[in-house]
């Protein structure tokens, strides 16, 4: 399984918690050194606690189920 795939499964566990609060967050790519570039969407964008959201809540899943990962950020 290639990278993409295993961060599309663990963003589908992390998934619940954002729209349980109205938001989302989509993949939009993973560069050559296994960081990751998502959009958060719905009520977490623009939210004030988006960064705490993505670093302390989608990182951290995303490192702990895929290793690979180096970091996560977001783009507008």
């Given at each position: 399984?290639?990278?993409k795939e295993k961060i599309e499964k663990a963003l589908?566990?992390?998934r619940p918690a954002l729209q349980?609060?109205?938001g989302n967050v989509k993949l939009?790519?993973?560069d050559d050194d296994n960081k990751v570039f998502v959009k958060l969407t719905g009520a977490c964008n623009?939210?004030?606690f988006a960064t705490m959201t993505l670093k302390?809540?989608?990182e951290k899943k995303?490192?702990?189920q895929v290793p690979e990962v180096t970091a996560v950020?977001?783009?507008n």
């Open positions: 399984m290639e990278i589908e566990k992390i349980g609060d109205g939009i790519k993973v623009g939210c004030p302390y809540s989608i995303l490192k702990e950020e977001a783009v």
